[in-house]
């Protein structure tokens, strides 16, 4: 049986987990050759590690995927069909969201985030994709949220489709822009998406009893059927909605009532017409990639509009030639902390934000700075926190369970205490440490035999992988120690010359 490890039993839950979303699937069939094909990006090594295959699948705009804990390929899915961890067809897993449009587009929707994949809560074999397709053409409107669920242990382990399309909402939608959040309980979740021409959210409730439609809310303003795209923030108090057209909407969200809240409308003043959102691992601040240009806001300001700063202008750059500019549209927040962005084209390069919990141009955005060697169509895939765990000491917080936390310290193990690793080791002095999400900020401490401090680092929240050199010192023994306020996790590397 290949599944998530969410183990749910009489307590507390800690789960190690490097892997769950570490695995980002794009590119383009091979139907062509070189340079059409699949592109893997696979951060679980802690840097951006970039393959790529032959394969039959398209990924555009409407992408996602899930992992185990470990960081084995499970689910794929590009809105048309969903994939299984040979990268073959899963059992059962054609015909996804049928309508004109699919049918249109059987190599993959261009829909920003028309389909998500989330554990079924409380079943480790189960996983529920919710996708939406175009329905009403003349509209550009989709007609249902569907809900497909997936047993791995079907197929040999591999996966099998046993309920597909059911109809959950049958409602006039905004295309794509499906998301959700963990509940404040720490093991269930929000599922979000838009009735067009209006205010007006639908919001599902996913427990271990299946999906209940659990309501609606008006707030924010009035939206037709759009583009753009949507997030919460890592720590789910945050979410916002762009489209280029209709600017920015920055909401606080109540992760028990399932609740929107003090919306800000916040006009931007460009003319495009597409972009996206991602927040900053610590929550504070937005970015809004809006084709030419990437603005920054801090959601903490007292006045959010007037906190905007302009922290990328496109600098003309094609990839590889005219007319393929590198535009700035649909954004992600990766395992190791930083925040990728498509181009808005097919391209051979992507967009990355260095330090992105830092203000203004210290967020370091460097433009087409991930180089691939194949067509890239801004396949990012919709992932939320996989890795958020309960509010503590909320109403909501009832059922002892601890997601994504790091785990005390018990025992040591081959390579150092349990919760975190480093690999290559030995190595000359580039290492890669591995350890569970945390939502606050930690450090990372090196020491040689001495007791000599020769690095210190910052780890971003909700991080679970980070790349650190100490190849300028000598050969020999050290320890590195992560802390998170009073937790602390060690463990021992050797630098070999």
């Not at 992988?465 to 992560?482: K, L, P, V, W």
């Amino acid at each position: 049986m290949i599944a998530i490890n969410l183990l749910y039993i009489f307590g507390v839950q800690q789960v190690f987990a490097q892997g769950v979303n570490n695995f980002w699937l794009g590119g383009y069939a091979n139907w062509s050759g070189t340079p059409h094909g699949g592109v893997n990006l696979n951060f679980l090594s802690g840097s951006l590690d970039k393959s790529y295959i032959i394969r039959e699948i398209d990924f555009y705009r409407c992408n996602t995927n899930i992992s185990d804990n470990v960081g084995e390929r499970l689910i794929s899915s590009n809105g048309s069909f969903l994939g299984n961890a040979m990268g073959d067809t899963l059992m059962n897993g054609t015909g996804l969201s049928p309508s004109f449009y699919t049918e249109l587009y059987p190599e993959g929707l261009h829909i920003n985030q028309a389909v998500l994949v989330l554990p079924q809560p409380g079943g480790a074999s189960t996983y529920l994709l919710f996708h939406s397709t175009i329905d009403d053409g003349p509209n550009s409107a989709a007609s249902f949220l569907y809900a497909t669920t997936i047993n791995m242990e079907g197929d040999g382990g591999l996966g099998e489709v046993v309920i597909k399309n059911e109809v959950v909402i049958e409602d006039a939608l905004n295309p794509g822009k499906i998301t959700a959040v963990r509940h404040a309980n720490g093991r269930d979740w929000w599922v979000f998406c838009r009735r067009t021409n209006s205010n007006i959210f639908q919001h599902l409730l996913v427990t271990p009893e299946g999906v209940t439609v659990d309501g609606t809310q008006a707030i924010g303003i009035f939206r037709p059927a759009d583009a753009g795209q949507v997030c919460f923030s890592p720590d789910g108090t945050k979410f916002a909605y762009y489209w280029g057209v209709q600017d920015l909407e920055v909401f606080d969200f109540d992760r028990c009532t399932g609740l929107f809240s003090n919306p800000v409308f916040i006009p931007i003043d460009d003319t495009n017409g597409g972009g996206g959102v991602a927040f900053s691992p610590n929550s504070r601040f937005l970015y809004v990639p809006s084709v030419a240009d990437v603005y920054q806001f801090d959601t903490e300001a007292a006045d959010i509009e007037a906190s905007m700063v302009i922290v990328a202008t496109w600098d003309g750059f094609y990839s590889p030639s005219e007319p393929f500019a590198t535009a700035f549209s649909i954004a992600q927040l990766a395992p190791d902390g930083k925040i990728y962005i498509g181009t808005g084209n097919s391209t051979f390069h992507l967009h990355v934000i260095h330090n992105p919990d830092q203000p203004g141009l210290a967020c370091n955005l460097e433009q087409h700075g991930v180089e691939l060697d194949r067509w890239y169509s801004n396949s990012l895939p919709n992932h939320p926190n996989y890795h958020l765990g309960p509010i503590d000491g909320s109403v909501c917080d009832s059922l002892g369970i601890n997601v994504g936390v790091v785990p005390p310290l018990h025992r040591r193990g081959e390579g150092g205490e349990v919760g975190v690793r480093a690999h290559p080791n030995p190595s000359t002095g580039q290492f890669t440490i591995s350890y569970a999400a945390n939502s606050e900020v930690g450090s990372l401490e090196v020491i040689d035999a001495a007791g000599r401090v020769v690095l210190q680092e910052r780890i971003p929240q909700w991080s679970t992988i980070h790349n650190f050199d100490i190849s300028d010192q000598e050969h020999g023994a050290y320890t590195a120690t992560i802390r998170w306020g009073v937790t602390k996790l060690s463990t021992y590397l050797t630098v070999l010359r």
